[in-house]
């Protein structure tokens, strides 16, 4: 039985996506436009440090005004994937069809454009999806999606605990074939995701007790995060408490351990993704 693989994958938005987070009419504030920009560096230095490679899900607005940044994380090894297009993270269920053709379909081209290569990713913003986008996101020729999230319910976020916990075929959950989902890891017992801001509100030992009992639970696990969770970001008034609450050195040192404890299983998504649908791992694997 292979060792159960843990996809390392970065949101790659910058503060200003959380001030516009789905559209709200709060103007983002001067110079948190790349705020976050110094995260990515850390990010991708630590991975590289451990040898070990991450899955960047980017924004086709960030890639539009980054392309070397882009092109950099992909000479680097890392795997590049799609966040969709706009910072203002649209919730893409209330647009019209043709805006959230445009949404995924430019955003696909713009990085692939950069990288020369196909993008096989993609994560919607705030995590909503339902058949119609991700048929959409099928039809623009991704091979996967990483939106799900089979947590609790987070009232006016994202949760569907009854949803599969490990990778499958979309027909499942979604009714849409030709595409495979890849569901952000939640902690067993816990139900709640191993990620982003789970780890600054409940706690470094909590992320890593619950990625322990997650690598004990399921042969294919994935944590998420952004590249401003790794520096300081100053409490704007407009901004959530929770957004730059405990942000910086705890991140930091948070992943640093994280890395370190699983350097040999961590993998970019398309990888661990492909290995666990050629059966390399044990089909034993029983979820607590
Ligand atoms: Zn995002």
């Not at 196909?118 to 991700?134: H, K, N, Q």
Request: hydrophobic share 40%; aromatic share 10%; proline share 7%.
């Amino acid at each position: 039985m292979a060792s159960p693989r843990l996809a390392i994958t970065v949101d790659l938005e910058f503060v200003d996506s959380a001030f516009l987070f789905r559209g709200r009419n709060e103007r983002a504030p001067a110079g948190t436009g790349e705020m976050g920009l110094n995260g990515v560096e850390f990010i991708a230095d630590l991975l590289e440090r451990h040898g070990c490679r991450g899955t960047f899900f980017i924004l086709g607005e960030v890639a539009e005004n980054r392309p070397e940044l882009v092109a950099d994380l992909a000479n680097r090894g890392h795997e590049i994937a799609s966040h969709g297009y706009s910072k203002s993270h649209p919730d893409l269920r209330e647009l019209r069809r043709s805006d959230v053709h445009e949404e995924i379909v430019s955003a696909k081209e713009i990085l692939e454009d950069i990288v020369g290569d196909d993008i096989a990713g993609y994560r919607a913003p705030a995590f909503a999806m339902d058949e119609d986008v991700l048929s959409v996101v099928r039809d623009a020729g991704f091979a996967y999606d990483s939106s799900l999230v089979p947590s609790r319910r987070i009232p006016g976020f994202y949760g569907d605990a009854d949803a599969p916990k490990l990778p499958f075929e979309a027909t499942e959950w979604y009714g849409v074939g030709g595409i495979s989902e890849f569901p952000i890891t939640v902690a067993p017992l816990v139900g709640l995701p191993v990620s982003g801001a789970w780890i600054r509100l409940l706690g470094r030992m909590y992320a890593l007790w619950g990625l322990s009992k997650a690598m004990n639970a399921y042969p294919a696990v994935t944590t998420y995060i952004h590249p401003w969770e790794f520096i300081d970001v100053p409490q704007f008034d407009e901004l959530p408490r929770r957004v730059p609450w405990r942000t910086g050195e705890y991140v930091r040192t948070s992943f640093e351990q994280l890395i370190a404890r699983y350097s040999d299983q961590i993998a970019p998504m398309g990888e661990v993704l492909r290995e666990y649908d050629s059966g390399e791992f044990s089909s034993e694997v029983v979820a607590p």
